[in-house]
């Protein structure tokens, strides 16, 4: 299964989400896993996307690739299994009345502050915020809840969000949630410059007339989707590792998705290690591998019925890192691609980190790459 690769770490940090601190409505929920506006800009034209396609990203996360394409004229559909992704996807590629997002923001801040009960929170919840910002978070998320029109309330909410991981004391270190005393911050304040902040991102921004949708569901079984419809797919699966992305973010699921049970989501890739085929038996591979192919495979074969013949996809993947092998998710993703019936083009690699066990043991160089391929 001998694929061209090309190295072009130039484009390492456009597989990341820090390109879009910077980008105005991007960077009103940072999510780690995420690309970059710009590497979807770049794959638009690689994949020579034009103004009436479709887009499909079947693990959207918090809405990029639907975002940029409502930037520039394309149609897109997102799909996750987070309940939390598809809500910010939600508001950021929401369309809105300014005046009336303005004047339910004066009538919101003009409310004096009521303490709120805050003994039925987690140890968590109590720990990551000061009493005082933790009694404006229930306050001003109580007041937001009465606000009649679906899309205002869901503005503030993620206006409200965003404000809270300002002030907060806990931070995510990879899967793990940490907690660092700092000077506290008044939530009010934040929450006042996030909301003045994100209404100038809406005066500014220049959308071309396309249409976005997001749904919340599994890519293994996009039954909601038709057959040949798509001409072209920008995504990133779940990289393969043990981090639960739904525990790391398991504050905003408590404050502002309480109704929502969290659990080892992991957006399900690789989730159950026992009910699997195993499609590489001759390979050394973790359990926890085998099954992760065992989803991506499933995904793959989705995303080809719904694309378009001869369209294109540009997939974000990387390779697995464990402590005596690193698994080369790259080519074996491209090597089931192909198997289904893509055309795989080329394996382009971004990065190339170094992997160590206990910190001191070199086990290798871990790639992460671009697959690209043709249906």
């Known amino acids: 299964m001998p694929f061209p690769i090309e190295e072009r770490y130039d484009l390492g940090h456009l597989v990341t989400f820090v390109p879009n601190k910077k980008v105005r409505i991007h960077n009103w929920f940072y999510f780690k896993e995420g690309f970059s506006r710009d590497f979807v800009l770049l794959m638009m034209n690689w994949l020579r996307i034009r103004a009436n396609s479709t887009i499909l990203d079947p693990f959207c996360g918090v809405g990029t690739t639907l975002l940029a394409s409502k930037e520039v004229g394309v149609n897109a559909i997102g799909v996750d299994a987070s309940p939390l992704a598809v809500f910010v996807t939600q508001v950021k590629t929401e369309d809105y009345d300014l005046d009336r997002i303005r004047s339910s923001a004066r009538e919101l801040f003009s409310k004096k502050s009521e303490r709120h009960d805050i003994k039925g929170l987690s140890d968590l919840i109590k720990k990551a915020f000061s009493k005082p910002s933790l009694h404006d978070i229930l306050f001003f998320k109580e007041e937001i809840r009465r606000m009649e029109d679906p899309r205002i309330r869901n503005f503030f909410t993620l206006a409200l969000m965003n404000s809270a991981n300002r002030v907060t004391y806990a931070y995510k270190d990879g899967s793990v949630i940490k907690i660092v005393k700092k000077p506290p911050i008044p939530l009010k304040k934040v929450f006042k410059r996030t909301v003045k902040r994100m209404i100038h991102d809406l005066k500014k921004a220049d959308y071309k007339g396309s249409e ?164």
């Open 212 to 375: 976005t949708e997001v749904y919340l569901g599994d890519a293994r079984r996009m039954d909601f989707l038709p057959d040949d419809s798509f001409d072209a797919v920008i995504t990133s699966p779940p990289y393969l590792n043990k981090i639960e992305y739904e525990r790391v973010y398991s504050i905003e699921y408590e404050l502002f998705f309480e109704d929502v049970k969290v659990d080892s989501l992991r957006s399900y890739i690789g989730l159950n290690p026992k009910h699997i085929t195993d499609l590489y038996p001759d390979q050394r591979l973790p359990e926890i591998a085998r099954a992760y192919l065992q989803d991506m495979n499933d995904a793959i074969k989705e995303i080809y019925r719904v694309m378009k013949k001869n369209a294109k996809c540009a997939m974000v993947v990387a390779e697995g890192a464990f402590p005596d092998v690193i698994v080369p998710v790259d080519i074996l993703v491209a090597d089931l691609a192909e198997k289904i019936g893509f055309d795989v083009e080329k394996i382009v690699v971004a990065n190339r980190r170094v992997v160590t066990r206990d910190r001191t043991v070199k086990i290798g160089r871990a790639r992460e790459s671009i697959v690209i391929m043709k249906k």
